[in-house]
């Protein structure tokens, strides 16, 4: 996978999504490991970075509601410790998904956790060319006669 693929790390109860680019396998795994590896994958990979994107209801899910929501967030913000994290409405997100896949490719990796708004969310960015180096491109390709 590139620059503008996605790869989700999903719930249980996430919804199978249609579309072109869009696959959904089911792994069987805990989360929090699949997460671990997927992140650890593209941590050794040098032309994408993910930017990672999760659902701004994680943060309000309560515990009386949702036992163990409370671990598993403290598990993901020591995971998740030290990138660049963005929270974003579900339906946001999903919505991001499907545009997406009209034209890349989406992967979504469901596991076995039973816990609401829990998805992590990976849009892969260039590793090797960053915004800065894309700008200061545009700039010169614009200053030419």
Same mark, same amino acid.
């Given at each position: 996978?590139?620059?503008?693929?996605?790869?989700? %790390?999903?719930?249980?109860?996430?919804?199978?999504?249609?579309?072109?680019?869009?696959?959904?396998v089911?792994?069987?795994?805990n989360?929090?490991?699949?997460? *671990?590896?997927v992140?650890?994958?593209?941590?050794g &990979? #040098?032309?994408v970075? +993910?930017? /990672?994107?999760l659902?701004?209801?994680?943060a309000?899910?309560?515990?009386? =509601?949702a036992?163990g /929501?409370?671990?598993?967030?403290?598990d993901l913000? &020591?995971l998740? *410790?030290?990138r660049?994290?963005?929270? =974003? +409405?579900?339906?946001?997100?999903?919505? *991001? !998904?499907?545009?997406?896949?009209k034209?890349f490719r989406? !992967?979504?990796l469901k596991?076995?956790?039973?816990? +609401?708004?829990?998805? %992590?969310?990976?849009?892969?960015d260039?590793?090797?060319?960053?915004?800065?180096?894309? #700008? #200061? !491109?545009r700039?010169?390709?614009?200053?030419? +006669?």
């Open positions: 996978m590139g620059h503008r693929n996605w790869i989700v %790390v999903a719930d249980s109860a996430y919804p199978a999504q249609t579309g072109a680019g869009i696959e959904t089911y792994t069987g795994a989360q929090l490991a699949a997460v *671990k590896a992140l650890g994958a593209l941590d &990979a #040098k032309h970075q +993910p930017v /990672v994107h659902d701004a209801e994680l309000h899910v309560p515990e009386s =509601l036992p /929501v409370t671990a598993y967030r403290n913000n &020591a998740l *410790k030290g660049r994290v963005t929270a =974003l +409405p579900h339906e946001q997100l999903i919505a *991001k !998904l499907d545009e997406a896949g034209v989406v !992967l979504i596991t076995d956790l039973a816990i +609401p708004y829990t998805s %992590v969310f990976l849009q892969l260039c590793g090797y060319w960053g915004p800065e180096s894309e #700008k #200061k !491109l700039d010169a390709i614009g200053s030419r +006669p």
